[in-house]
C-alpha cells in the first residue's frame, strides 16, 4: 500500500497568486518526503483556475532536484493534447534527473475547453491515448520510435535517452484502456470524489471488469483511488476546508460544460443539484481531528481495498503556514495508524 500526496495547485481565491501556489506545493513536497510519504502527484490543466500546473513534468523535474526519496510524477499527462515523440523524451530526461525515481501517471482528459483551444478533437481522445501508449512503450523500451497510426506517423526515430518504462498509472475509464492496462501492468486511477467508500463501489467494478477482461486472475486488481483530506482541530478551519472542498466539487463539474464559467481565469463556484450541504462534508467528509480522519480513510481501505492512496489537502484556501500544519498531522498522526492497519490485514 503506498500513501502519496496529490499536487492540483489551484487558485483558490483571487487573492491567491501562482507563486504562493508553487512555493506551497515546493514546500509541501519537501515536507511530504521527510513525513514519510512514498510518491507525489502534480496534475495537468490549463486555461482556468483549476490549476495553475500546466506541466506537470516540469514541476516533478524541480520537485525532484530538492528531494531525495520520494517518487514523483504527473497525475497526468494529458496524451492527446500532446505528441507522444515530445513526451517519450521528457519522461526519459525526468526518470535519469530523478534518480529513476518517476511514476508516469497518463490520461485522456475530459475537459471539452482544452481540447478546444488545443485544436484537439475531444472525441478522439481513446484512441489518440491508445497510440501514444504505443509510441512511450515502443520508444522508452527500445531507444527507437516507427510508428504509423492514425493520428501520428513517425519515421524511424532514435532515443537519446531511452530507459525502462517507469511504474504506469492510468486515468481513463473506457473498457479497452482498462484491458491494457492489465496486460501491462498499470495502475488505474478513480477519483473517489466526495463520495463514501460505499458509493465509491461502482467506480472499482468498472476499473475491475475492464481490468480482468485484460486477462487479470489475481484476488485484487491494482488500484489508486485519490481522497481529499485536511486534518485540524480547529473549527474555523475545518469550515475553511468544507467550503473550499465544495468550492472544488462544483469547479470539477463545471469544468465537464463545453465553455466553464469563468471570470478570466477565475472559476465561478456554481451550485449543483445535489450537492452536499457544509454540515454533512463535516460529518462525513475526511476533514477534522486525526482520529476521524484516521478512521475513515482504514474505512475506505477496508471497503475498496486500493494498493494506492492519493491524498490533496489544497483546496482550503487556506495561508501557507495552516495548510503545511495539516499535511504534517496527516503524515505525523494519520499515515502511521493506517500503515499499521494495513501490516496487520495482510498478516491476517
Given at each position: 500500500?503506498?500513501?502519496?500526496?496529490?499536487?492540483l495547485?489551484?487558485?483558490?481565491?483571487?487573492?491567491?497568486?501562482?507563486?504562493?501556489?508553487?512555493?506551497?506545493?515546493?514546500?509541501?513536497?519537501?515536507?511530504?518526503?521527510?513525513?514519510?510519504?512514498?510518491?507525489?502527484?502534480?496534475?495537468?490543466?490549463?486555461?482556468?483556475?483549476?490549476?495553475?500546473?500546466?506541466?506537470?513534468?516540469?514541476?516533478?523535474?524541480?520537485?525532484?532536484?530538492?528531494?531525495?526519496?520520494?517518487?514523483?510524477?504527473?497525475?497526468?499527462?494529458?496524451?492527446p493534447?500532446?505528441?507522444?515523440?515530445?513526451?517519450?523524451?521528457?519522461?526519459?530526461?525526468?526518470?535519469?534527473?530523478?534518480?529513476?525515481?518517476?511514476?508516469?501517471?497518463?490520461?485522456?482528459?475530459?475537459?471539452?475547453?482544452?481540447?478546444?483551444?488545443?485544436?484537439?478533437?475531444?472525441?478522439?481522445?481513446?484512441?489518440?491515448?491508445?497510440?501514444?501508449?504505443?509510441?512511450?512503450?515502443?520508444?522508452?523500451?527500445?531507444?527507437?520510435?516507427?510508428?504509423?497510426?492514425?493520428h501520428?506517423?513517425?519515421?524511424?526515430?532514435?532515443?537519446?535517452?531511452?530507459?525502462?518504462?517507469?511504474?504506469?498509472?492510468?486515468?481513463?475509464?473506457?473498457?479497452?484502456?482498462?484491458?491494457?492496462?492489465?496486460?501491462?501492468?498499470?495502475t488505474?486511477?478513480?477519483?473517489?470524489?466526495?463520495?463514501?467508500?460505499?458509493?465509491?463501489?461502482?467506480?472499482?467494478?468498472?476499473?475491475?471488469?475492464?481490468?480482468?477482461?485484460?486477462?487479470?486472475?489475481?484476488?485484487?486488481?491494482?488500484?489508486?483511488?485519490?481522497?481529499?483530506?485536511?486534518?485540524?482541530?480547529?473549527?474555523a478551519?475545518?469550515?475553511?476546508?468544507?467550503?473550499?472542498?465544495?468550492?472544488?466539487?462544483?469547479?470539477?463539474?463545471?469544468?465537464?460544460?463545453?465553455?466553464?464559467?469563468?471570470?478570466?481565469?477565475?472559476?465561478?463556484s456554481?451550485?449543483y443539484?445535489?450537492?452536499?450541504?457544509?454540515?454533512?462534508?463535516?460529518?462525513?467528509a475526511?476533514?477534522?481531528?486525526?482520529?476521524?480522519?484516521?478512521?475513515?480513510?482504514?474505512?475506505?481501505?477496508?471497503?475498496?481495498r486500493?494498493?494506492?492512496?492519493?491524498?490533496?489537502?489544497?483546496?482550503?484556501?487556506?495561508?501557507?503556514?495552516?495548510?503545511?500544519?495539516?499535511?504534517?498531522?496527516?503524515?505525523?498522526?494519520?499515515?502511521?495508524?493506517?500503515?499499521?492497519?494495513?501490516e496487520?490485514?495482510?498478516?491476517?
Amino acid at each position: 500500500m503506498e500513501f502519496a500526496l496529490f499536487n492540483l495547485m489551484s487558485l483558490n481565491h483571487a487573492q491567491e497568486t501562482p507563486e504562493e501556489v508553487m512555493a506551497t506545493t515546493i514546500a509541501a513536497v519537501q515536507q511530504a518526503e521527510a513525513l514519510g510519504f512514498d510518491a507525489t502527484w502534480f496534475a495537468e490543466h490549463h486555461f482556468t483556475s483549476a490549476s495553475v500546473c500546466a506541466s506537470p513534468l516540469m514541476m516533478a523535474a524541480h520537485c525532484a532536484a530538492l528531494t531525495r526519496r520520494i517518487r514523483l510524477g504527473p497525475a497526468v499527462v494529458v496524451l492527446p493534447l500532446h505528441h507522444p515523440l515530445r513526451v517519450v523524451q521528457e519522461v526519459g530526461m525526468l526518470n535519469l534527473l530523478s534518480g529513476g525515481r518517476l511514476n508516469l501517471g497518463i490520461g485522456t482528459g475530459h475537459q471539452p475547453h482544452e481540447f478546444r483551444s488545443f485544436g484537439v478533437n475531444i472525441a478522439a481522445r481513446t484512441a489518440i491515448l491508445s497510440e501514444a501508449w504505443d509510441i512511450l512503450e515502443q520508444g522508452l523500451r527500445t531507444g527507437v520510435v516507427n510508428h504509423s497510426g492514425v493520428h501520428f506517423q513517425i519515421p524511424p526515430t532514435p532515443i537519446c535517452i531511452p530507459g525502462t518504462l517507469p511504474p504506469l498509472f492510468l486515468a481513463g475509464g473506457s473498457p479497452e484502456l482498462l484491458a491494457r492496462a492489465a496486460r501491462s501492468g498499470a495502475t488505474p486511477l478513480i477519483s473517489q470524489g466526495l463520495r463514501e467508500a460505499e458509493a465509491a463501489l461502482p467506480l472499482k467494478a468498472k476499473a475491475e471488469a475492464g481490468y480482468r477482461a485484460g486477462g487479470f486472475t489475481g484476488r485484487d486488481i491494482p488500484l489508486g483511488i485519490q481522497r481529499y483530506v485536511f486534518v485540524t482541530n480547529d473549527a474555523a478551519e475545518q469550515r475553511a476546508a468544507a467550503e473550499g472542498l465544495l468550492k472544488l466539487a462544483r469547479t470539477t463539474l463545471s469544468l465537464r460544460d463545453p465553455v466553464p464559467q469563468r471570470d478570466g481565469v477565475l472559476m465561478r463556484s456554481l451550485p449543483y443539484e445535489g450537492e452536499p450541504s457544509i454540515e454533512w462534508l463535516l460529518e462525513r467528509a475526511p476533514i477534522g481531528p486525526a482520529e476521524k480522519v484516521a478512521r475513515i480513510l482504514a474505512h475506505d481501505m477496508r471497503v475498496l481495498r486500493p494498493s494506492h492512496m492519493s491524498l490533496y489537502m489544497g483546496f482550503s484556501g487556506l495561508p501557507q503556514g495552516q495548510v503545511l500544519a495539516a499535511l504534517e498531522r496527516l503524515g505525523r498522526d494519520v499515515l502511521p495508524h493506517l500503515r499499521r492497519r494495513q501490516e496487520l490485514a495482510l498478516a491476517s
